[in-house]
């Protein structure tokens, strides 16, 4: 069997030598990503970042499946793009999954109005994806390029699954359900249980957090829950016979009132009322109006609690006809429902092997929380999941920029490239040497 090469500085110092080496072409590609819009709903944009994509896991031996993203929502919407589903077999049982997605937040309008492209600064690099996250992608990619040149038994003995959604921002795709196919159930030592003992592990690349020099890498999220309350009311003449009117805006607003004291930052629940519409003009008393409203915890109980108390409001009625009675009334249903990434071992186990691979490396590491969901919310019940392994940066899902400094376009560093990568590629040895260890179908020790 092949020897662990994790423990010797020449291993350590040929990994960053190939990375290095690999920088420049990565920021190439990179930047040809960065400069094509992949707002979730330009599905050709979405397909062009796919395409760049597979040309880099191709040149490692992977085959491809791009099958079209499926619209979960009930709302008609222009046709999303492919996903990009990728895998090397190797010569064991086990699997490893690298995520990532192709799509950002920006549309093609907002980045012309804000001049917002790539852009190189000082230490930075702005840009949309840049850290959110096409920048993610590129060095997955790295990661497996590297282990391939430099330690080729741990590459061949591995299954690799790379999975890349269409459609992240929003997570309104089918991308959970191939996820959670194309892993397995799992278990790790200590970790989740499961079926299949070959799955070791998720590793998603969404961007990381570099706070005071700590590498902050994900171990939980928070779930969500997304609210349609809809408003049913009575039209009529604004002037003529307003009295005979039921107002369905004035009857919305009732209800959300309500609905916004369910915010509990104590039990880290928030309720956002993040869209309101009805009304057709000035001189009409509304008949329609709805809002769509998003319930945020770490806590499932917590989570659950919230939609059964934000259901609540179905039925209520406080806004009436001044003429007859007729009265307006609510509905609201729970429309989407992801629950949170909870703490689990296996989260907090993978947590502590990359804090290790980083102590190698000099790099503080810590295993911590984050309010966005993200892919890793489908799979971490089935497979131990580790998420922010990305570049650093900062300012995601902002396309602005304030002369005055006070708000500022995404961005990342490119100097965490490299050491990242490194650190992700010693742990994933790590990983690997353990599951052979313990019998679970690895040769590598």
């Given amino acids: ?122 230490e930075r690099i702005y840009g949309p994806g840049t850290v959110d996250m096409k920048g993610g992608n590129v060095l997955s990619w790295m990661v497996l390029a590297a282990i391939r040149e430099v330690h080729p038994a741990l590459f061949d003995e591995v299954t690799w699954v790379v999975m890349f959604n269409a ?109 309101i519409r009805g009304g057709m003009a000035p001189n009409r008393v509304p008949d329609f109006a709805e809002a769509l409203v998003e319930l945020r915890a770490y806590d499932p109980a917590v989570l659950e609690q919230a939609i059964a108390e934000g259901l609540r409001i179905d039925g209520m009625s406080t806004v009436c006809s001044a003429a007859d009675g007729y009265a307006a009334r609510v509905e609201a249903h729970c429309e989407k429902h992801l629950p949170p990434w909870a703490s689990n071992a296996g989260s907090d186990r993978l947590a502590a092997m990359w804090r290790e691979a980083g102590a190698r490396l000099g790099m503080a590491v810590v295993g911590t929380s984050r309010g966005g969901l993200s892919d890793g919310n489908h799979t971490y019940d089935v497979v131990p999941t580790l998420d922010g392994l990305g570049p650093a940066g900062g300012n995601s899902h902002s396309c602005i920029r304030a002369a005055d400094g006070s708000v500022d376009q995404e961005f990342m560093l490119p100097s965490t490239f490299v050491p990242r990568a490194a650190m992700t590629a010693l742990a994933v040895e790590r990983l690997v040497a353990e599951a052979g260890k313990a019998g679970r179908g690895g040769g590598v020790v």
């Fill in 167 to 275: 459609a992240e921002e929003g997570l309104d795709s089918d991308f959970g359900v191939h996820a959670r196919r194309c892993l397995g159930p799992g278990v790790s030592p200590g970790g989740n249980p499961g079926v299949n003992p070959g799955a070791l592990a998720n590793l998603v690349f969404e961007g990381g957090h570099l706070v005071e020099g700590e590498h902050r890498l994900l171990v939980k999220r928070k779930g969500s829950a997304r609210l349609r309350i809809r408003a049913r009311g009575r039209g009529a003449h604004a002037g003529v016979w307003h009295e005979r009117g039921a107002n369905a805006i004035v009857q919305l607003i009732d209800c959300l009132g309500q609905t916004a004291k369910l915010t509990d930052y104590e039990r880290e629940l928030t309720c956002n009322i993040g869209v």
């Fill in 1 to 122: 069997m092949p020897e662990t090469h994790s423990g010797s500085s020449m291993y350590i110092a040929a990994l960053q030598g190939r990375l290095e080496r690999m920088l420049p072409e990565a920021l190439d590609v990179l930047r040809e990503m960065v400069n094509t819009n992949s707002f979730t709903r330009n599905a050709a944009g979405v397909d062009r970042v796919g395409d760049l994509t597979w040309q880099l896991f191709e040149s490692l031996g992977f085959t491809a499946d791009r099958p079209q993203a499926i619209d979960c929502t009930m709302e008609a919407r222009p046709a999303m793009g492919r996903h990009l589903l990728m895998t090397r077999p190797g010569r064991s049982g086990l699997r490893i999954g690298l995520t990532g997605h192709l799509d950002t937040v920006f549309t093609e309008q907002e980045e012309r109005e804000h001049d917002f492209r790539w852009r190189e600064e000082g």
